[in-house]
């Protein structure tokens, strides 16, 4: 389903665009964002809320793609809040965010806007930053970014999210990495290492837990062999749908984090 740009969310970053650009810089700021046409007439405030709206009335480009890259500039520039000027900025930045949280949106660093499905995600990110781990970024939002568009790249990149992880934690703790570093081979070594083993936990309903999670990263790994953009396909088509994509990256996501706090609760190597 095609996401638009809820009209509140469109007349404040309108406002404050016409406020922070010149005429000249706002429209470099579209072109940037790949929003489609020429300048529309106007003063700076009208022009760049008809800009807006014509994105979300241009079937040929993705609205919430051109708004991510719209607020990339403003939401990742660093301000002080002791100074008056940069202090309203970041008061109208944390407005714009409560805007878009109420519609389900959420804006990622990388000039990245997703919807509420893809939220769950959202907290191994920032365990991600927490831990200064910027290994995962890029495949974290090659996945986010290519769920609806392109499931099966994105089905890739969630894998790969997990390989990475795995690479990272063999080469810190010195183990010998395997010749062939697809997912399930690395991800034996780490699971090994940590001690991952469902049959000597004690209590029967987290061991099923466990049990499914080591077999959901095996899955990945399976699909993205099977059926992503990785592998050329076989004879048998694998339909992927985003459903199936989202899938993937949510699966990926759980497993990744619970990875991540044994690693760091079991080596502190962060």
Not at 74 to 99: P, Q, T
Not at 212 to 237: D, N, P, Q
């Amino acid at each position: 389903m095609r996401e638009v740009i809820p009209q509140t969310i469109i007349s404040l970053v309108g406002d404050m665009i016409s406020n922070r650009e010149t005429h000249a810089s706002l429209n470099s700021l579209f072109l940037y964002a790949g929003a489609p046409g020429e300048p529309p007439e106007g003063n700076k405030q009208v022009k760049a809320i008809s800009w807006i709206q014509r994105v979300n009335q241009d079937l040929t480009v993705n609205p919430l793609e051109v708004l991510g890259k719209l607020l990339e500039k403003y939401m990742e520039e660093i301000l002080d809040e002791n100074k008056s000027w940069e202090k309203d900025r970041i008061v109208e930045n944390k407005k714009i965010i409560a805007a878009m949280e109420k519609y389900g949106l959420h804006y990622l660093q990388g000039g990245l806007v997703v919807t509420g499905a893809h939220t769950p995600s959202k907290s191994l990110e920032d365990y991600i930053k927490e831990n200064n781990l910027e290994y995962f970024d890029f495949e974290f939002n090659r996945a986010l970014k290519n769920v609806d568009t392109s499931p099966r790249e994105a089905i890739s990149a969630a894998s790969n999210m997990l390989e990475t992880i795995c690479k990272v934690y063999i080469e810190v703790n010195k183990l010998e990495m395997p010749a062939k570093q697809d997912l399930r081979p690395v991800w034996n070594i780490v699971k090994k290492d940590l001690g991952f083993d469902a049959s000597k936990v004690e209590d029967g309903d987290l061991q099923k837990i466990l049990t499914g999670l080591f077999s959901i990263v095996e899955g990945i790994g399976e699909l993205r062999t099977h059926a992503s953009s990785a592998h050329g396909m076989g004879k048998t088509v694998y339909r992927i749908e985003p459903r199936h994509a989202r899938l993937a990256i949510h699966s990926a996501h759980t497993a990744s984090l619970f990875l991540l706090e044994t690693w760091k609760k079991r080596k502190t190597s962060f």
